[in-house]
């Protein structure tokens, strides 16, 4: 059974930094392409960043230059750091990992970027 359990959301003002982060188990991150997408209230989800198994990373045109993606195996962990944030980047972050497809989603975890 694969388990996603996302932390580290909170409220934070605008310019300020969070780090995210994505514990798996029944799974290994290292293994599979694994990503965090976000939904914020009335729209689609959408994804933010992806890392492969062979660590190829790609990021939406909107986070490029302020968040990264980057995993650590031996806690069988991936994180987001978000940097420079805006209100605009409001939204529940949700962890996937694409062993199958449709991917394995965790719970969420809300972030809230004030003025």
């Known amino acids: 059974q694969v388990q996603l359990v996302e932390s580290g959301g909170g409220l934070v003002q605008a310019g300020g930094s969070l780090k995210l982060s994505c514990a798996a188990s029944g799974s290994t991150v290292s293994s599979n392409t694994m990503g965090w997408y976000r939904q914020a209230p009335g729209k689609q989800r959408e994804s933010v960043a992806v890392?492969?198994?062979?660590?190829?990373?790609n990021y939406a045109d909107s986070v490029k230059g302020r968040f990264a993606i980057s995993r650590d195996n031996a806690k069988n962990t991936i994180y987001l750091q978000m940097n420079s944030l805006k209100p605009e980047d409001t939204a529940v972050y949700y962890c996937?990992?694409?062993?199958?497809?449709?991917?394995?989603w965790g719970q969420g975890t809300q972030v809230t970027v004030s003025l």
């Open positions: 996937a990992a694409f062993i199958t497809y449709p991917p394995y």
């Open positions: 890392i492969t198994s062979g660590g190829t990373t």
